[in-house]
């Protein structure tokens, strides 16, 4: 059993940055490949970035490419978004989510995940 917990959620200004985290518990954290995902008000949840389970692959939603920045560090069983120039559309509930194999490939986001965080928050104001 894996349980992951989000935070750095907050309120920015368009333009700022804000840098996510997401512990896990667990021996096994880099067995997994990790995944950040959003939900804003009113709409259905997406995907953002995938990391692999050392951290030197990784892929974006189109939506964040240039502007977020996904890494981990096993030693500290954590995961992180980097997410810089905000936008007010980044307004959302970014959750992470983890899936045993490790590795990512194109669509990796479609299948299901083994865990979810409860998510953290971000508002970004114009």
């Known amino acids: 059993q894996v349980q992951l917990v989000e935070s750095g959620g907050g309120s920015v200004q368009a333009g700022g940055s804000l840098r996510l985290s997401c512990a896990a518990s667990g021996r096994t954290f880099s067995s997994y490949a990790m995944g950040w995902f959003r939900q804003a008000p009113g709409k259905e949840r997406e995907f953002v970035a995938a990391?692999?389970?050392?951290?030197?692959?990784?892929y974006y939603a189109d939506s964040v490419k240039g502007r977020f920045t996904g890494s981990r560090d096993n030693a500290k069983n954590t995961v992180y978004l980097q997410m810089n120039s905000l936008k007010p559309e980044d307004t959302a509930v970014y959750y992470c989510?983890?899936?045993?194999?490790?590795?990512?490939?194109?669509?990796?986001?479609?299948?299901?995940?083994?865990?979810w965080g409860k998510g953290t928050l971000v508002t970004v104001s114009s």
């Open positions: 989510a983890a899936r045993s194999g490790g590795e990512i490939t194109a669509g990796w986001e479609m299948y299901g995940m083994d865990y």
């Open positions: 990391i692999n389970w050392s951290g030197g692959n990784t």
